[in-house]
């Protein structure tokens, strides 16, 4: 999963981005409401944890601007402005969540958990495809009820996999999602990942989650 931060703070932002890919996301992060869009414009993002005073364009901004445009991310605001009336703009300007600082980082991470899922339409935070169970708040997989160690990035590429099941993922959406700007790898990395990913959760299985569709991308198939 990948995570836009934009906090013009800098110490809360570095930790913030820090902590964020220790828990295995992949995460930019940027001071202000100009180069969130940018940033926005750029890649495909699932969740923009979003400041509200910001300079250049204030969070309140960047958000109509996203709901405008019509991009696909979920935005958590997370500001010091507490008051109801804050919150219920925020909301109403098309917020899915509304968090207020100081705030728990572990606060922080369920709502995050809560947004991934709510996307993926799962009600709790673990996913099942054919015999594959994987418990993202414990950070563990298993198949047939076997459990399986993953490295952070297998364990991302498979959650966003899972949270998109059934759906032809193309490389490029593949790597945006799990990768960062700050990534410098081999251009293949996503074939890479998958053969690992496939090595560990496919191969002694006679039934094959991850399929290959050609000349697009990869599937993980729930039905066999
Ligand atoms: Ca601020």
């Known amino acids: 999963m990948r995570i836009l931060v934009v906090e013009d ?57 996203i709901r405008k445009r019509g ?52 009600r ?14 414990r950070r563990r997989v298993y198949r047939s009820g076997k459990e399986i160690t993953l490295s952070n990035r297998e364990f991302a590429l498979l959650e966003y996999m899972i949270a998109n099941p059934d759906a032809v993922l193309t490389r490029s959406q593949i790597e945006q999602h799990i990768l960062d700007y700050s990534y410098e790898g081999s251009s293949n990395m996503v074939d890479v990942y998958i053969r690992y990913l496939r090595k560990k959760i496919d191969e002694d299985h006679e039934k094959k989650l991850i399929r290959t569709v050609r000349g697009h991308g990869y599937m993980l198939c729930t039905d066999g």
């Not at 820090?18 to 295995?24: A, I, N, V, W």
């Not at 005073?53 to 901004?61: A, F, T, V, W």
């Open 9 to 65: 703070e800098e110490e809360l932002r570095d930790v913030l981005a820090k902590q964020l890919k220790e828990h295995g996301y992949s995460v930019d992060s940027c001071a202000d409401g100009q180069e969130a869009e940018d940033y926005l414009e750029a890649s495909e993002y699932d969740i923009v944890i979003l400041d509200i005073l910001l300079p250049k364009r204030s969070g309140i901004q960047v958000l109509e601007w």
């Open 71 to 122: 991009i696909s991310v979920q935005v958590l605001m997370l500001s010091a402005l507490d008051s109801v009336g804050d919150k219920v703009a925020g909301l109403d300007a098309g917020a899915d969540d509304y968090m207020t600082k100081p705030f728990a980082f572990e606060e922080l991470l369920a709502r995050i958990r809560l947004l991934t899922r709510k996307k993926a339409g799962n």
């Open 124 to 137: 709790t935070n673990v996913y099942q495809a054919l015999d594959l169970v994987m418990d993202v708040t």
